[in-house]
């Protein structure tokens, strides 16, 4: 006579638990079983560089002078751009999209420095000192270990956390509108740099 309740419990149980489990279990099966079935959309518009690169410390000579020192990606958010050979309408276009970009941070601004790999021979003299007064500029013929770190070499725009990983890169079709967003979005989210 108590085995019929016993089951019957038993049996209520278990529907119980399946009724709970089995939502679980087919959304861990739909999401990493298909990656056709993945959700498809994403916020971050450039391309996160996967695995996270740390980027070499060292001391670089500045192009009007001195050194940089050897942790100078780090504390800071930093938009990186190397050019390609000369600094062409394409490269003060890049130029003029990273200055835009960090004066639109506004509060935030003091928390991103801009990196320009500048090669040999660039930019006409004082074009970089009254445009772009700001800007950390480095010889590219010194910044090889570093121009070899980057995935897509020059040309792209790279962000940088504090920590001195490369994190994302902006293909020199990318719009500067994207790379806005998504410094406003780290910057909210980071409690770093």
Known sequence: MNAAPQRRSRRLLIGLAVLFLAPLAASFYLYYGHSDLQPGSRVNRGELVLPVLSLPEESLPRLEGGATGPDFLLHKWTLLYA??????SECQRRLY??????????????????????PEGCCEPGFLATQHPDLLT???????RLLAALPHGAGDIYIVDPLGNLMMAYPP????????????RLLKLSHIG
């Open 97 to 118: 999209d990273m200055r835009q970009v960090r004066i639109a941070l506004d509060r935030d601004m003091g928390r991103v420095q801009r990196v320009f790999i500048a």
């Open 138 to 144: 480095v010889r590219g013929a010194a910044a090889g």
């Open 83 to 88: 050019a390609r050979e000369a600094c062409d």
């Open 173 to 184: 079709d990318a719009k500067a509108k994207g790379l806005l967003e998504d410094m406003k």
